[in-house]
């Protein structure tokens, strides 16, 4: 089955600063990669996420890139806030009505006021 | 904000009781999901039901039982759970899609198993 990799579990950032979290998976199979934000007592929220026909998607400080070859996906955060410390969930699924979706082990981030 | 509700949000029960977990979706979401999250984990799938039908059941013990009353609610019965039960149960939705469905969560139920 599917594998993916997350890293770095944890990660601090001043305010202002940018962010960086990458993922890997193992199945080429794989066409979509969604990430997920959660912040403490809270449920998963979508914040952003690509299919394999494209590279890269920005939604205003947040970016995600795809490399189908090397199978690896990275989230981008520029100009870090507070409120943007949460636990960042990366997963892949090999679509084609798979309901199925893996995981990475998650990103707990911090920034720094 | 979310647009999956589950309520409650918070349960405590105890090993004999029988208690349910409820959810709730308005977008027109025909396949929704129950997960279960353990402290400091990513979410684990345990129930897809795809048009009011269970399409997958990761394994999950009889002592959790799913129900699809329509396409907008989804429950999660549970009857003689054990501590070790004790966890986050996120309900989420999503359209039947050729590729990759996309998935919502909603904000979960605290369930403490004493």
């Known amino acids: 089955g599917e594998n993916v990799e997350q890293h770095p579990s944890t990660l601090s950032v001043q305010e202002g600063d940018s962010a960086v979290i990458k993922c890997t998976y193992s199945?080429?199979?794989?066409?979509?990669f969604p990430w997920y934000k959660q912040e403490l007592g809270k449920g998963p929220q979508l914040i952003i996420d690509?299919?394999?026909?494209?590279g890269e998607k920005k939604d205003q400080r947040i970016a995600v890139t795809l490399n189908k070859t090397a199978k690896h996906f990275s989230l981008h955060i520029t100009e870090t806030q507070p409120e943007d410390s949460a636990v960042y969930f990366c997963?892949?699924?090999?679509?084609?009505?798979?309901?199925?979706?893996?995981f990475g082990k998650g990103t707990k981030l911090s920034v720094i006021p | 904000d979310t647009e999956v509700t589950q309520t409650p949000k918070h349960l405590v029960m105890g090993m004999t009781n029988k208690k349910s977990l409820k959810c709730e979706q308005h977008?027109?979401?025909?396949?929704m999901y129950w997960y279960k999250q353990k402290a400091k984990k990513p979410p684990e799938l345990m129930f897809v039901?795809?048009?009011?039908?269970?399409?997958i059941n990761e394994s999950v013990p009889s002592r959790f039982s799913p129900e699809c009353p329509n396409s907008s609610l989804l429950n999660l019965h549970l009857h003689a759970l054990q501590p070790e039960d004790s966890a986050l149960y996120l309900c989420?939705?999503?359209?039947?899609?050729?590729?990759?469905?996309?998935?919502?969560f909603g904000e979960g139920s605290w369930l403490t198993v004493v």
């Open positions: 989420a939705s999503s359209q039947v899609q050729t590729s990759g469905n996309t998935i919502y």
């Open positions: 997963a892949a699924s090999m679509g084609a009505g798979s309901y199925q979706l893996t």
């Open positions: 199945d080429s199979a794989s066409n979509y």
């Open positions: 690509i299919r394999s026909n494209v």
């Open positions: 039901y795809s048009y009011e039908k269970l399409s």
């Open positions: 977008m027109g979401h025909r396949a």
